[in-house]
Structures are given as structure tokens and as C-alpha cells.
């Protein structure tokens, strides 16, 4: 069916049917709520992650750890390799594309990914712009560290904000920095009115029309998700309760003792966020966690939240 | 019959999925939202609303917190139940092409095909006409939907896409392949709450008792 428009077969007199709207790219991320993004390098993985009911994977070459370790320039993966994702699974396949390089983005489009990672843990190809993301048909989700970074890639065209965290370090605490600013940002807003509202816009480098939407609905306009560092059950569910509305799982899962059952334990924890006795009954027994780096010790230039602006 | 209307209690399976959207919708089509993630909460209610998400993950879920078989049990006895999109494939009796382990609460007699309109690439809008709902054709959000295959004698299509059944009524169970509760147009959920409170209505003559008999808490 993949390549069969439904432009081409309604009769009657509706109007023709929108592939590509906002309303189609929000609302996908909608149904990804409560739900964890796990990264997959390879279909074997992709089918763990299904099966310990993951919402999507993050198809990938290599795991943000495995990316920190080798060093190098960091890119879209190789088509075969996604392809063979897309076709182990049911669930969504997302991938990424580097920062600004709308070329390896629309290739992902034309492969067929459900969303574009346009993620800072490849090498960013433009130090200046994001992809133009209205130009897709395939929605983005774009990584931010806070309010005004989100509400700019929002205008760029992105139809889901994650928090950026620290990928590949297992260590949650740079993800609980990015939501608690995006967070506090937003909780901000809502106390001004009408006038400040511009000087706020201004402040925050993003379009007033955006800042005043965000004002309004007390929320991004977007599904937000929490990355970066999300090692466990207890690190997932203590996102959620900061605010998140799913995470997305790097390394922490493939990258563990038993990644089988870490995957269904967060799988679980993301669901019951706020409910400690399921969270310390799927924590029991999960085998050794991803060894893990302290984000102090990372020098800047490996530093990934940093990319993008 | 110009009783005063009552306010069904009506729970959204909260396991994953667009789950605000649903309780925002039913609050303005006069019902009592309530988030439903344990047995316990599903006791509370007059009705169910599934939403959109991942059947796998809602499936894998429901099994390992035992709510399957509990909401199996509800369905059997009438409660009213609607589903959307992934909803629609919890409420089928049968998927055509499930993963492994995936089961269904099941209820409407209907052979379903997941992600049949495509991948999110595919993903569209287009505007329906919709038997059971006045006042001219609901937007259809269709996001990587299901659509129904084949139907049993006792399932009445309410709205079909290009050849494929996309809406379906069977008693009191409800399901749409597209998402009603995106649009901001809540007629679908209004639909449905008036199902809830005619089922009430008739299990309240059938047993004297109210419409509900548990205390609901809004977990959201």
C-alpha cells in the first residue's frame, strides 16, 4: 500500500484528502504519549524492543555510547540498514539526520521513516541552520534545552521536542537540567500578561505568536519527550513526573546486562511514572546497568547538548 | 422520556496513547472523564474510551497489570466501549497480521488490518461522512490507521474510506480507524456518550441500581 496515495480513489464531493499536515505530524507524536523510543542498530534489537513494547525505535548505526567511544564524524545510517529495521517491525522506525543536513533528511523521507531525529548526536552539518522541516512530509522531532530552543525548532517545523540530555552517558542528570528549564520557562509564561509577552518572545529568541500559544495552553503546542542519559526504570519514570511524556533510551538498554528485560521493566516504569511500588518490583533482578560517564568530567567538545542553538 | 441527563462516568484506557485528547473531549460531551490504568479504576466505570497509541504496547500492557481479562468480562456483560485507531484493534475479534503475543480484548466481530493506509508518510486527513453523527461530514485524521477488512452480520458500518470500512458499531462497542479526538470536533465522543447513558438507562431498569456504584478519582 506504501506507495499508493489516497489522493487518487475518494469519489464524492469531500474535499481531497492532506497528506503532511501539522495536524497529521502533531498528531503522530500524540500517539506516541506514555510510551518509550528505544535506539535499535540492528532488526534483532528492533524485534527486542517490540516485544518489551516499545511506541517506535530510533534506528541507528551506532548507539550514542558507541559514537563517544570511536570519535569521528558521526551520520545518517546506511539505508539497507534502516530498511531492514522498517521491515523487522510494526511499530513506528524513526532515524536521525544530522543538524542541518536536509539532504540526509530526505532520504530518510524517501525511505520511508515515520519520523527524522534531527539530532546533535551526529556531527552537525550546518553550524548556522536547522533543515527547513515544513519542506517534509515526514515529521521531526529536534532536541532542546530549553523553552526558547524548542519554540524555535517548533517554527522551523518540528512536530515533537525532546529534551536533549547528555546521549550516550547514561547519566540522567543533564535531562533533568533541560526539562526543569523547559519546564520553569513555561510556568513562567503563564504569569505575564499580553504586553510582557513580547519582551518574553524577545528574551527567549523565539516567534511571539509561539511564546503566546505556550502562554496560553500552560504546554508546548507539541508532544515533549525526555533523552539523554536514561539508564533505568526509576530514571524514566522520574522524567515523566518532571514532565516529560515518554523517553526515549539510548544506550541504557542495549547497552546493559539484559537488555530484554531492562526494556520491558522502563517500558513498565514509564507507564506507572508515579506509582513506586511497580517501579521497585520491575527494578529487581534487571542485571548490570550501562556502566555510565559523569557529565562533569566530559570535556566540551564532547559535549553534545551544545549543538544546535 | 425527557429525563434530566446524567453524567456517565467514562474511563480512558491510559496505558499509552493520546490519552489527554480523549479525556478533554469526553468532559465537553457532558461526561465524567476518569483515567483507567489498574482493574480497580475499570470497576468505576459506566463506559471506556481505548485511544490511539500502539496496540503492541497497549496489548503487552493490559496483559501484564490483568486488565485484559477484567475488561473482556465488562465488554461481555454491555459496557459501552469505543476505540479509536489502535482502539479499533483492541476491540477487534481478530488482527489479521498480529505480532506475537499481541492479543485483543476483542467484542466487534471484524477482521482488521493494522497500518493498512500506510506509514506516517501516508498519514492524512480527509473529511467523512458519518451515519449516527448530524450536521454534515467529521474530519478524519488518519494516522499510519487500520481499516477493517471483513464484518460479521451483527457489525453496522457508520463510515467507509476508499472501499474499507473505517468506522464500525456493534451493540455498544464503537470504533474508528481516524482520531475524532484531534480534531477539537467532539460529535464522535457525544455519540458515544449518549451509547453510555442509554446502556446506563437500560441496566438501571434492568436492576434497579444506579449508573454507577464505585467513586471515580481523576487521576489527570
Not at chain 1, 552539518?125 to 530552543?149: I, M, Q, R, Y
Not at chain 1, 524577545?202 to 507539541?222: F, I, M, Y
Not at chain 2, 481478530?94 to 482488521?112: F, H, N, W
Request: hydrophobic share 40%.
Amino acid at each position: 500500500m506504501s506507495s499508493t496515495s489516497p489522493s487518487t480513489s475518494q469519489p464524492g464531493p469531500l474535499q481531497a484528502p492532506a497528506t503532511g499536515t501539522a495536524r497529521v505530524k502533531r498528531g503522530m507524536a500524540e500517539q506516541l504519549k506514555g510510551g518509550v523510543i528505544m535506539d535499535v542498530v540492528t532488526p534483532e534489537q528492533a524485534k527486542i524492543a517490540e516485544d518489551a513494547g516499545a511506541v517506535a525505535v530510533m534506528a541507528l548505526e551506532r548507539v550514542p555510547a558507541d559514537i563517544r567511544k570511536d570519535g569521528g564524524v558521526a551520520r545518517m545510517s546506511d539505508p539497507d540498514m534502516i530498511e531492514g529495521i522498517i521491515n523487522a517491525v510494526s511499530i513506528p522506525v524513526m532515524a536521525k539526520s544530522r543538524i542541518g543536513h536536509f539532504v540526509e533528511a530526505q532520504v530518510l523521507q524517501a525511505l520511508g521513516v515515520d519520523y527524522i531525529d534531527e539530532s546533535e548526536v551526529l556531527t552537525p552539518a550546518d553550524e548556522v541552520n536547522h533543515s527547513d522541516k515544513w519542506a517534509f512530509t515526514t515529521p521531526f522531532v529536534c532536541g532542546a534545552t530549553n523553552l526558547g530552543e524548542a519554540l524555535r525548532r517548533i517554527s522551523e517545523g518540528a512536530a515533537m521536542i525532546r529534551s536533549k540530555g547528555e546521549a550516550g552517558t547514561g547519566n540522567v542528570v543533564e535531562a533533568v537540567r533541560h526539562m526543569r528549564q523547559i519546564k520553569n520557562e513555561i510556568a513562567r509564561l503563564k504569569g505575564l500578561d499580553d504586553t510582557e509577552l513580547y519582551a518574553a518572545a524577545k528574551e527567549l529568541r523565539a516567534p511571539h505568536e509561539l511564546v503566546k500559544e505556550v502562554a496560553g495552553l500552560g504546554r508546548l503546542p507539541v508532544v515533549l519527550f525526555s533523552a539523554g542519559g536514561v539508564a533505568t526504570p526509576a530514571d524514566a519514570a522520574l522524567m515523566r513526573q518532571l514532565g516529560a511524556e515518554g523517553v526515549f533510551v539510548g544506550s541504557g538498554i542495549f547497552k546493559s546486562g539484559d537488555p530484554a528485560r531492562r526494556a520491558a521493566a522502563i517500558v513498565k516504569a514509564t507507564t506507572f511514572y508515579d506509582d513506586p511500588e511497580v517501579i521497585a518490583d520491575v527494578s529487581r533482578n534487571l542485571g548490570e546497568a550501562m556502566v555510565g560517564i559523569n557529565c562533569d568530567t566530559l570535556p566540551e567538545s564532547e559535549r553534545y547538548a551544545g549543538r544546535g542553538w | 422520556m425527557s429525563v434530566p441527563e446524567t453524567t456517565p462516568v467514562i474511563g480512558v484506557f491510559a496505558l499509552q496513547g493520546d490519552v489527554r485528547e480523549h479525556l478533554a473531549a469526553l468532559r465537553s460531551s457532558g461526561a465524567e472523564p476518569v483515567a483507567v490504568r489498574r482493574p480497580g479504576e475499570l470497576a468505576g466505570c459506566d463506559g471506556l474510551v481505548i485511544p490511539g497509541g500502539e496496540s503492541t504496547t497497549m496489548s503487552k500492557l493490559a496483559v501484564s497489570f490483568g486488565l485484559m481479562e477484567p475488561l473482556r468480562a465488562r465488554v461481555r456483560s454491555g459496557m459501552p466501549v469505543y476505540g479509536t485507531c489502535a482502539g479499533m484493534i483492541m476491540l477487534a475479534d481478530k488482527i489479521l497480521d498480529p505480532r506475537s503475543g499481541q492479543e485483543t480484548v476483542g467484542g466487534i466481530d471484524m477482521i482488521v488490518r493494522r497500518n493498512a493506509f500506510g506509514r506516517q508518510n501516508e498519514s492524512f486527513e480527509a473529511a467523512l461522512d458519518l451515519a449516527g453523527v448530524p450536521g454534515g461530514p467529521v474530519e478524519g485524521v488518519f494516522i499510519r490507521a487500520p481499516w477493517v477488512e471483513s464484518t460479521g452480520a451483527g457489525v453496522e458500518v457508520l463510515a467507509s474510506y476508499d472501499g474499507h470500512p473505517v468506522a464500525v458499531r456493534q451493540g455498544s462497542l464503537l470504533a474508528t480507524a481516524f482520531h475524532p479526538e484531534l480534531t477539537g470536533d467532539h460529535r464522535v465522543h457525544a455519540l458515544f456518550t449518549a451509547m453510555v447513558r442509554t446502556a446506563g438507562e437500560s441496566g438501571r431498569e434492568a436492576s434497579g441500581g444506579r449508573i454507577s456504584g464505585v467513586g471515580s478519582v481523576d487521576c489527570r
